[in-house]
């Protein structure tokens, strides 16, 4: 035992070691980002000292020289704490998302911002892109689209009549759970959930609580707030409203496809620079004509341009006229993707590109 108890003191003794060292040198860091701003400021630049694209270099390199036992995801959400608090020292980030707290997109704008950002909970996507276009904040972030139910269309239309730029997505997986303060399932008589949820746990519902009133409501957070007020009553919610709000979990991962992923979209004033691992995103339409749509694609392909997203909308312009929502991977600065849109724009009515900016870091 004495022999153990040596062992454990000097593996605990390089582990103090260890984290002298790195407290030392993220203190070192914090100092070297002080000068950056410093620089920043002295060459005239005092708005925005967030670079998306640098961030984005930053993650990717530490995944790829990663050796574990640590996932490449636990390296990166490291790192993206430690970039964040040197960021609020240099200039802090006031970040708008549809909120409230505790729902699936303040996760995203965590994962993507760090906890040292500002987050400014807002009731909807319009009021999320009216604050960044009014500059109260410098970004925003909202939902675009769900593997299993398809794509948010208020933010996609939003993006018509908006100047704001893409500089940023984030994937998340959604895990969902039944919370409520009831003692089991045969107690909840009514379910609170967004739309989209009921949507994404369907086949567990019909399942396990057949007989329960399902009421659609504005949030998975709100969702939870309610049952968190109300006997007899459940929440599908992510387990930070669990926490927010003071439920139990009844049951967890209720979603019906395991591979169930979110993308969300961080909007901005000015789009990001090119990091070689690009995604751009833009809306295209033409005139309603035999083929149309065949000539707006057709470049992309003749240019080795990979789509990987078409949706369309209607154009709110004349009865069954539509956009098209692209998706493709590169940015408008890559010699390829710059000669495919031109040869799109000779084509098209309509080509607004959205912005062009780091694919998601998985």
Known sequence: MAHDDNDLRAVRARIDALDDQILELVTERARLAQEVARVKRAAGESEDFYRPEREAEVLRRVSARNQGPLTDAQVMRLFREIMSSCLALQQPLRVAYFGPEGTYTHAAALK???????????GTIDQVFREVETESAQYGVVPVENS?????THTLDRFMSSPLQIVGEVELPIRHNLLSNTE???EVRKVYAHQQSF???RGWLDQHLPHAEREVVSSNAEAARRAAAEPGTAAIAGDAAADIYGLGILASGIQDSAANTTRFLVVGRQSASPTGEDKTSLVISSANRPGGLHRLLEPFARYGVNMSRIESRPSR???WE???FVDILGHTEDANVKQALEAVQAEASLVKILGSYPRAAR
């Open 184 to 186: 089991g399932l045969a």
């Open 148 to 152: 299993t139910e398809g794509v948010v």
């Open 322 to 324: 539509y956009v098209f």
């Open 317 to 319: 312009q004349g009865m």
């Open 112 to 122: 993507h911002f760090g906890h040292d950002a500002r987050m400014v909970p807002l």
């Open 199 to 201: 949507g994404q746990c």
